[in-house]
T-cell receptor, first 109, second 113 residues
């Protein structure tokens, strides 16, 4: 089976940097995704990591360490609109994409 | 707009009833996924289809079934509905069978009374 852990809630200040961690256990790792979901809306794709290292995309970066079963999403220059839930999702060899419970990020002025 | 269309947006029905949720994937996408999201819970994977065939199955109840048609649209059938089935049901699509980003529809909010 799969187990994905991420903090339930985080709070940060506008303009700051925040790191959202995700640890996972899975059989047959097949990539890790990060999604953003605003309340009551559909999740939207942010990033994908399948190899170790850092992927940078504008204000958002995602890091993966397969040996440690660990990933993080880094958000820089936080804006109020970044207040949302951030979902870590892990793919396995059985082609199933399993989502973590999500981290609710609140950005304060 | 993700390009994934789900209908209806809202559905209110009684316990014991049966409903059908519909999903049209993005143009060119061959995979369709169904997820359930209950209040304060994460996205629970139900089932995936790729080009008309079932590809992966999650914790989908026996009361639930799905299929993908030749035109690639998909339907999720929920029967003998219970109060606990009230949730947001998302459909997502992707180009490939795996390792492709999922693009989500806006969901169908099902309320069972």
């Amino acid at each position: 089976g799969q187990n994905i852990d991420q903090p339930t809630e985080m709070t940060a200040t506008e303009g700051a940097i925040v790191q959202i961690n995700c640890t996972y256990q899975t059989s047959g790792f097949n990539g890790l995704f990060w999604y953003q979901q605003h309340a009551g809306e559909a999740p939207t794709f942010l990033s994908y990591n399948v190899l170790d290292g850092l992927e940078e995309k504008g204000r958002f970066s995602s890091f993966l360490s397969r040996s440690k079963g660990y990933s993080y999403l880094l958000l820089k220059e936080l804006q109020m609109k970044d207040s949302a839930s951030y979902l870590c999702a892990v793919g396995n060899a059985g082609n199933m994409l399993t989502f973590g419970g999500g981290t609710r990020l609140m950005v304060k002025p | 707009d993700s390009g994934v269309t789900q209908t209806p947006k809202h559905l209110i029905t009684a316990t014991g009833q049966r409903v059908t949720l519909r999903c049209s994937p993005r143009s060119g996408d061959l995979s369709v996924y169904w997820y359930q999201q209950s209040l304060d819970q994460g996205l629970q994977f139900l089932i995936q289809y790729y080009n008309g065939e079932e590809r992966a199955k999650g914790n989908i109840l026996e009361r639930f079934s799905a299929q993908q048609f030749p035109d690639l649209h998909s339907e999720l059938n929920l029967s003998s509905l219970e109060l606990g089935d009230s949730a947001l049901y998302f459909c997502a699509s992707s180009v490939g069978a795996y390792n492709s980003p999922l693009h989500f529809g806006n969901g169908t909010r099902l309320t069972v009374t």
